[in-house]
């Protein structure tokens, strides 16, 4: 079970990156997203509403207390920093672990979560986005697998074409 963290939502200013960060979480396989930072039921409906149209059986919820769910969360805990261990380096690691929750920031990050996370994990030692270092470290965590995943149910799928736009109503 994967789980994505993410921290510090603010409405209307993060409304794009935090809905981007559910849906890479969605199509890149993990199991659900729990956003924290102030409540957003738009963001909520959003991510949901991409799962009902397009199949799977990703989870969207709110928690406001960020740190019970790192604390009582029942696997390891896996924070993306810049100023944490290479993830090329730690992710035969943490590969073996089933349980996951991995936890995102955004402007600003509240610095206890250094000391409260099993590990913190870095794409690249240089600043970039939370969308692009989650994507990394599932596509490293999977080992590529993710990038064949089936989505179940839903309304449509996409026919893969060279060129143009191809769906289809299940
Ligand atoms: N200034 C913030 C801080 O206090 O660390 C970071 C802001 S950054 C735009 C938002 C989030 O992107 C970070 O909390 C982290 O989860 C992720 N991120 C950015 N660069 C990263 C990197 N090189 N490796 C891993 N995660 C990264």
Redesign the pocket.
Known sequence: MITILR?GHRPGRDARLSTHVGLTARALGADSVIMSGEHDEKLIESIKEVTKEWGGSFQVSYEKNWKKVIKNFPGVSV??????LP?QKKIKEIGQKKDVLV???????PSEIYQLVDYN??????????V???AI?LHEYFKGKELDKEFSGGRIRIVPQERGKKTVEK
């Not at 924070?79 to 944490?84: Q, S």
């Not at 936890?103 to 990050?109: D, F, I, M, S, T």
């Not at 994990?121 to 939370?130: C, D, G, N, R, Y």
């Open positions: 921290l924070h993306l920093t810049m100023y944490g993830v936890v995102v920031g955004g402007e600003k990050v994990i870095a794409v690249t030692s240089q600043p970039h986005s939370e692009a270092a989650l470290f």
